[in-house]
Structure formats: C-alpha cells, structure tokens
C-alpha cells in the first residue's frame, strides 16, 4: 500500500469516527430527561434504621431527578415547636443519619418548603441542611433558593414554594413569577414543588380560590400553578393535602396538584385516601417539552411505608379527579398509569 493510499484510509477512518462521535454527543443531548417526585417523607426513629422504610417501592424511585418532600427534620438538637401540654401540635424528627437513608433509597433533591421544616427551629433546619450535604442530596425551598443540577448537557432548576416565612413564599405569586423567570432564563427544564392547600379527605378537589386550614393561608394553588407555567416551569408537583388531587394540562405542562404521603413511620394517618399514593414518573425533552409519564400506584401500610400497588386505586382515583376538576383540561390516566394529553389542544 503506498503512502498516499494510507494516508486517505487513515483519513477515511478519522472521519467516521467523528461523525460517529458527533452523533452519540447529538443523542445524548437529545435524550429525555427523566424526572422522579413523591410527596410527604415525614420519618420517625425506627428500630431498623430506616433500612425497610422504601424498600417496597426502590424500582420505582429512580431518574435523573428524583424529587421528595421532607416533611420534617434530621436534628438531635433544638426545641420542639410543640408545648408538652399540646395535644393537636405536631414536631417530627428523625436522625440526621437518616439522610442517608434517603440516599440509599434513590432520592437526589429534598424539597424543604413545608410546614415542617422548622419543627425544631433554625437549630433543627441547620442540622437538617448539613446532613442532607454530607451525602450528597441537594435541597431547595428556602427563600430565593433555586437547585441548579445538570443531566448531561441539559440544565435543570429545581424551585419549592410554601406559605411560611422560613419558605420561599407560596402566596406572594409576584414574587414566585420573579424568581421562576431567572430560572428558567439560565436553564433548560425548570421544575416547580409546592407545599399547598387544606388537609385530609374532605380537600381532595382543586378549587379556584385561597384555601384556609386551621387558620392558615394555605395559598391559591391553582393560581399559582398556573403563573409560574407562564412564568417558564416546566413541571408543577404538589404536597400538603396528605391525600391525591387531580393532574391538569396548562399550556403544554403538567400539574400534579398533590402526589399524597408517601412515608409516615408513626407521623402520617394512613388509613383511606390518606394511605393512597403514587410516584409521579415524567419524562421531559431537553425544551422542556412532554416526552411521556407515568403514575406508579403506591399504598401505605403499618406502620405507614410505601409499597407497590398491584390493584391500582391511585390510578382511579387520580382519573375521576382529574376528570371532576379539570374537564377538557384533565389529564388522561390510562389502565397502566401512562399519563396521557387531552385529545384537544391546550392554549
């Protein structure tokens, strides 16, 4: 073979492997983002160390994102915000080396926006905070906070919203419109948590309006989600009720306006619709665009940890009330949990 010849295979090759290179990194960057959220984790010392607190439901807790809301704290220190003669006041802690639990489990970022977080005062959210840095779990919900994470080459921004002074405030939607178009104006996904609405059955509905519960402004849920869709989210997921509420369209984007409890070792009810959950599975282009979802049906048992649902009652209960809600904008549940678009075209 001569020289020349040599050269042009040499050649040759050089320029498939470029063009093979080029079209893995153009896949790569083009591959849907995988998003991961439950709702309420309100943890409790356990004789077991948390070790069987999730393991009902890991297949289901992974993607590039997964997403909960501590629905408490990770402290030995501080005072409880509950007196000792109260009898209708909660305070919920576990062990900070329960973060790594959480870990373990698959969970990525905790939502710190609740009513909760402050159980045990600044003392309980600073321990808080530095057990879920030491393994590694990103948080938001505090004041001004955004998670900024990266998949690959896709940038996501992760921003939790609560009516309480110590959360980025759920209420003053001006403000939430704000701080969700700096988001979305230095990312390419941006995912909105709230913490929002009354508690317990009688509050499974989405309604328009401030909802009130035991004297708290508990935010307008349903104006909110939809100014920070058209502020740039991309996602809007749901906490607080302790029980499921429907999924609306809004503009190309999903809302899940409460995805129920999800772990209540001994602090959560979770008897009827309190025990019925699900963990919200969706798939989003790196626009921010709908690529596919699913619910997965989740049921808790004694003493109030996930398990797998085989007979599907988050399904159909998530299918009438998306239905009851929302009409034409209710999104569509199928037998197997796909979560599928009206048949029509948002606005």
């Given at each position: ?123 309980g959210e600073r321990q808080t905070i530095s057990a879920l840095d030491r393994v590694g779990l990103r948080h938001t919900g505090r004041p001004g906070e955004i998670a900024y994470l990266r998949v690959g080459r896709t940038r996501i921004a992760v921003l939790g919203f609560a009516p ?171 037998g197997h949990g796909a979560l599928l678009p009206p048949t029509w075209r948002t606005g």
């Amino acid at each position: 073979m001569t020289a020349v010849r040599l050269l042009l295979l040499v050649l040759a090759l050089l320029v498939v492997l470029v063009t093979t290179s080029a079209a893995a990194r153009a896949r790569a960057q083009s591959r849907p983002i995988a998003l991961t959220a439950v709702g309420d984790i309100a943890m409790a010392p356990s004789s077991d160390g948390g070790a069987g607190f999730f393991r009902g439901v890991r297949s289901a807790l992974q993607g590039d994102v997964v997403l909960g809301n501590l629905e408490g704290t990770l402290t030995t220190g501080g005072a409880s915000k509950c007196s000792i003669s109260s009898s209708n006041c909660f305070a919920f802690r576990a062990p900070p080396a329960y973060a790594r639990v959480l870990r373990r489990a698959g969970f990525t970022i905790m939502n710190l926006a609740n009513n909760h977080a402050l159980d045990y005062g600044s003392t309980g959210e600073r321990q808080t905070i530095s057990a879920l840095d030491r393994v590694g779990l990103r948080h938001t919900g505090r004041p001004g906070e955004i998670a900024y994470l990266r998949v690959g080459r896709t940038r996501i921004a992760v921003l939790g919203f609560a009516p309480y002074r110590w959360a980025q405030s759920l209420v003053d939607i001006s403000a939430a419109v704000r701080l969700v178009r700096k988001a979305a104006a230095r990312t390419d996904i941006v995912v909105v948590t709230m913490h929002a609405g009354a508690e317990g059955a009688p509050y499974e509905h989405v309604r328009p309006g401030t909802e009130t519960f035991l004297g708290e402004n508990r935010g307008n849920a349903y104006a909110f989600s939809h100014a920070v869709v058209e502020a740039g989210a991309d996602l809007v997921v749901g906490s607080g009720p302790h029980v499921l509420r429907g999924m609306e369209w809004y503009r190309g984007r999903l809302i899940a306006y409460s995805v129920g409890n999800f772990l209540g070792n001994g602090t959560l009810a979770f008897s009827g619709p309190g025990g019925v959950s699900g963990v919200l599975r969706v798939e989003l282009r790196p626009n921010g665009s709908w690529a596919g979802g699913r619910l997965v049906p989740v049921r808790l048992v004694s003493p109030g940890v996930p398990v797998l649902d085989g007979g599907g009652a988050a399904l159909r209960e998530v299918r009438s009330l998306s239905k009851q809600d929302f009409g034409r904008n209710a999104v569509r549940v199928s037998g197997h949990g796909a979560l599928l678009p009206p048949t029509w075209r948002t606005g």
